[in-house]
């Protein structure tokens, strides 16, 4: 079945650096979309990605989809203790009636 | 516009006994999904609804889970005669369109 890949599952990072993880699919996708979940709390959803080679910002977080949808990016400028949490890639399969595969997720410390 | 609904938010049952969780989607969203998240993993897919309809089942065992949205009310996850590995946190997500999905708080269920 489809797999979505994010390696490593910990990061941690000093407070004002840039931080940057991937995430990679076994199939191409039809979209891709970026959860970002505290500690304790639920997945909140961040963006969608539809388009080939689209980038999205958001503030201080840039998002990347490949050229051939299968990975993307994120990026976060000048990490921020805020920014503290676990970031889910999630992606639809083209034609999968929009069932996500979730990845297992990065954990982002960052020492103040 | 309240957000996703579930309850109860924690829930504790013996072995043997059935668990029920309940997920009242946001307003206007006809699009209902069910994942199971363990300690330090990602989201597992479990079902996929619209009112009155199982769209995609493909993620919830075979036996003792079912899950519905009727009509009126909330979707309900059911989960007969529990055994300490249904120990987990289940969230449900609602959609207005099929693709982002608003996560709700989560029902922690914790079988002793």
């Known amino acids: 079945g489809q797999q979505v890949m994010q390696i490593p599952q910990y990061q941690h990072v000093q407070e004002g650096e840039d931080f940057t993880t991937y995430c990679n699919s076994s199939t191409t996708l039809s979209n891709i979309q970026w959860y970002k979940q505290r500690p304790g709390g639920h997945p909140v959803f961040l963006i969608q990605l539809v388009k080939s080679g689209e980038v999205k910002k958001q503030k201080r977080l840039t998002f990347q989809f490949g050229e051939a949808k299968k990975n993307s990016s994120l990026h976060i400028t000048a990490t921020q203790t805020t920014d503290v949490g676990t970031y889910f890639c999630a992606g639809e399969p083209a034609g999968a009636n929009s069932k996500l595969t979730f990845g297992k997720g990065i954990t982002l410390s960052v020492r103040p | 516009n309240a957000g996703v609904m579930q309850n109860p938010r924690h829930l504790v049952r013996r072995r043997g006994q059935e668990a029920r969780l309940r997920c009242s989607p946001m307003?206007?969203?006809?699009?209902v999904y069910w994942y199971r998240q363990l300690p330090e993993e990602g989201l597992k897919f479990m079902v996929y609804?619209?009112?009155?309809?199982?769209?995609?089942e493909s993620g919830m065992p075979k036996e003792r889970f079912s899950a519905e949205f009727p009509k009126e009310g909330p979707s309900i996850l059911r989960i007969q005669q529990v055994v300490r590995g249904d120990s987990a946190a289940y969230f449900c997500?609602?959609?207005?369109?099929?693709?982002?999905?608003?996560f709700g708080p989560g029902t922690r269920l914790t079988v002793t």
């Open positions: 307003k206007g969203h006809s699009h």
């Open positions: 609804l619209q009112k009155e309809n199982i769209i995609d």
């Open positions: 997500a609602s959609s207005p369109n099929m693709y982002e999905q608003y």
